[in-house]
């Protein structure tokens, strides 16, 4: 069974950075791509970056430039850097990965139904 642990959200005040880890174990992590997805009060869930297997990375176009998505296959752990933040990043954050070890390109890891497990999410609140 596939677990995703994340950690590292806060508080922090708009311009700041703060840095995201989610912590997968139950299978051979450097197989499969990861997500990260957001979720604020009202809203539904949507994509924030990704990283495929090979490592590409995709990113929303409200986070580009900003937010930069990284992996240590050696610690099995995915991580979502967020820079200049900004009152509406304020979320709650999911980890985020797929059953099938697949290459695909932009649709298939930016879209929700790729991912088949979940982590228990992690609030950040930007404050301005």
């Known amino acids: 069974q596939v677990q995703l642990v994340e950690s590292g959200g806060g508080l922090v005040q708009a311009g700041g950075p703060l840095r995201l880890s989610c912590a997968a174990s139950g299978r051979t992590f450097s197989m499969h791509a990861m997500g990260w997805f957001r979720q604020a009060p009202g809203k539904e869930r949507e994509f924030v970056a990704a990283i495929s297997r090979s490592d590409n990375k995709y990113y929303a176009d409200s986070v580009k430039g900003r937010f930069t998505i990284s992996r240590d296959n050696a610690k099995n752990t995915v991580y979502l850097q967020m820079n200049s933040l900004k009152p509406e990043d304020t979320a709650v954050y999911y980890c985020?990965?797929?059953?099938?070890?697949?290459?695909?390109?932009?649709?298939?890891?930016?879209?929700?139904?790729?991912?088949?497990?979940w982590g228990q999410g992690t609030q950040v609140t930007v404050s301005s």
């Open positions: 985020a990965a797929p059953e099938d070890p697949r290459l695909g390109g932009y649709y298939y890891h930016t879209r929700l139904a790729t991912y088949d497990y």
